[in-house]
C-alpha cells in the first residue's frame, strides 16, 4: 500500500531536549511538508521540500530544522530553542500532476 | 498565516440533516480545497474546486465558490453519525499544492 508514515504516534520529552520526528512517504512525491497543529486550530506550515537537497521554511520555522537527503524522507527536528514544542505534528506530500495533499497520521509531541 | 476562517466553528446536527460550513478567504486563489479530519488523525482531501468554478459535487458532497465574495461552502447532505470529523478548507495560489493555506476548521458532530 501506498502512503505516508509518521513514527512514533506519541512522544515525550523531557524541556531542553531535541527530538526528530520521522516522516517516509512511498507514494514516489517529490513535495514534502511539516505542519503544527494547536488544539482547535488549523495547520500551519513549518517547513516543506519540493525535491531532495532543498527544502523552505513556512511561517514557523522558529525552533525547527529538516533534512531532505532522500525522496522518501523528510525528517524534523524540534530543538530546544522552540518555546513551545507541545503540539500535533502532520507531514504531508504531494506531486505536481495532483493538486491536492496526503498526510500522514501524525505525532502528538508532549514536552514537559 | 491563517488565510481561511471557517463558520461556524462547531456544528451539531442529527443524522439524516444538511450540515453546511463556510470558509472566507483573503488573497487570489487558483484553487479551493476541503479536507476531513477524523479526532487525532491526518487530513484526507475531500474535493478540490478551481477559481473558475462555481459549483462541484461528489458523492453526498456539494461545494460552492465565489471568487467575488472570497468564500466557498461545504455542504454534505443526509449526513451519518461517521461524517463527525472537523472540515477544513485550504486555498491554493498556484495549483501545485505547493503553498496550501487552512483555515481554522468546523468541528462536526452527527447525532443519531
Known amino acids: 500500500d501506498g502512503g505516508i508514515t509518521q513514527s512514533p504516534k506519541y512522544l515525550f520529552r523531557k524541556e531542553g531536549q531535541n527530538v526528530t520526528l520521522s516522516c517516509e512517504q512511498n507514494?514516489?512525491?517529490?513535495?514534502m511538508y511539516w505542519y503544527r497543529q494547536d488544539p482547535g486550530q488549523g495547520l500551519r506550515l513549518i517547513y516543506y521540500s519540493q525535491i531532495v537537497n532543498d527544502f523552505q521554511k513556512g511561517d514557523i520555522a522558529e525552533g525547527y530544522s529538516v533534512s531532505r537527503e532522500k525522496k522518501e524522507s523528510f525528517p524534523l527536528t524540534v530543538t530546544s530553542a522552540q518555546k513551545n514544542p507541545t503540539a500535533f505534528y502532520l507531514c504531508a506530500s504531494s506531486v505536481g500532476q495532483r493538486n491536492e495533499q496526503y498526510f500522514g497520521p501524525g505525532t502528538r509531541l508532549t514536552v514537559t | 498565516s491563517q488565510q481561511g476562517e471557517e463558520d461556524p466553528q462547531a456544528l451539531s446536527i442529527q443524522e439524516g440533516e444538511n450540515a453546511t460550513m463556510n470558509c472566507s478567504y483573503k488573497?487570489?486563489?487558483?484553487?479551493l480545497q476541503w479536507y476531513r479530519q477524523n479526532s487525532g488523525r491526518g487530513l484526507v482531501h475531500l474535493i478540490l474546486?478551481?477559481?473558475?468554478?462555481r459549483e462541484k459535487h461528489s458523492g453526498r458532497l456539494r461545494v460552492t465558490l465565489d471568487t467575488s465574495k472570497k468564500s466557498s461552502s461545504l455542504l454534505i447532505t443526509a449526513s451519518r453519525a461517521a461524517d463527525t470529523a472537523s472540515y477544513f478548507c485550504a486555498t491554493d495560489p498556484t495549483g501545485t499544492a505547493s503553498k496550501l493555506t487552512f483555515g481554522t476548521g468546523t468541528r462536526l458532530q452527527v447525532t443519531l
Open positions: 488573497t487570489s486563489i487558483n484553487n
Open positions: 474546486i478551481r477559481s473558475n468554478e
Open positions: 507514494l514516489n512525491h517529490d513535495a
